[in-house]
């Protein structure tokens, strides 16, 4: 993910000018975390990427911790955004609302949030903000999925039903980390919408 390049901003006003650079800083951190893991994203490197000096990041984000949570929240809630203009009108067709769910784990967001993932098992510092973190998108994105899926969780099974569907996303896009799964998850998305066409009625 690259970095947005606003026209003339230096001819923004000034709170504009600061919500650019802001921006600027999250989609770099997140680029710098899924290109080179959280050991070569430091808040210099983030900065060079963002074309701001180092000073103005240190501004919007006193530490490291702050920059890449901040980062990966930002762009968790991008994506919830788009999957929710994806199929704005409510419920929509299940294998369309899989492919889409699954999409979620397989880009640059989840490779920087396992990045996050790892460095918080060793960073003492940095483990509540991404526990936090993980615990809000993960609600976020399983209320999306029981909304697009036009899911009643009143009926038994049907809220673990939607999880597994989540929890399997994880795991293909953990698996598309190392190679290209393309093929393997088509099959197993085809099989998933079938499964909860029979779970969900």
């Known amino acids: 993910m690259g970095t947005v390049t606003d026209p003339r901003p230096g001819n923004l006003p000034k709170q504009a000018r600061s919500r650019v650079t802001r921006r600027h800083l999250l989609e770099a951190a997140v680029s710098c975390l899924a290109e080179q893991g959280w050991a070569g994203s430091t808040v210099a490197v983030v900065a060079e990427r963002a074309g701001v000096s180092r000073g103005a990041a240190q501004y919007h984000f006193p530490t490291r911790e702050d920059l890449f949570t901040a980062a990966v929240a930002y762009v968790a809630e991008e994506r919830s955004a788009a999957l929710r203009d994806l199929f704005h009108a409510g419920p929509a067709p299940r294998p369309a609302v899989v492919e889409a769910l699954v999409d979620l784990y397989t880009g640059a967001l989840f490779r920087a949030a396992l990045q996050l993932w790892v460095a918080a098992s060793n960073e003492e510092q ?76």
């Not at 009926?155 to 293909?172: C, F, I, N, S, W």
């Not at 190392?178 to 998305?189: E, F, S, Y």
Request: hydrophobic letters at 45%; proline letters at 3%; glycine letters at 10%.
């Open 126 to 201: 940095l483990r509540p903000q991404v526990t936090e973190l993980e615990a809000r998108v993960g609600r976020e994105t399983h209320r999306i999925a029981v909304e697009l899926l036009g899911a009643d969780e009143s009926v038994p099974g049907v809220r673990e039903t939607v999880q597994g569907l989540l929890d399997m996303a994880r795991g293909l896009g953990l698996a598309n980390v190392l190679t290209d799964d393309t093929a393997r998850r088509a099959r197993v998305v085809a099989q998933w919408s079938r499964i909860l066409d029979a779970a969900l009625g």
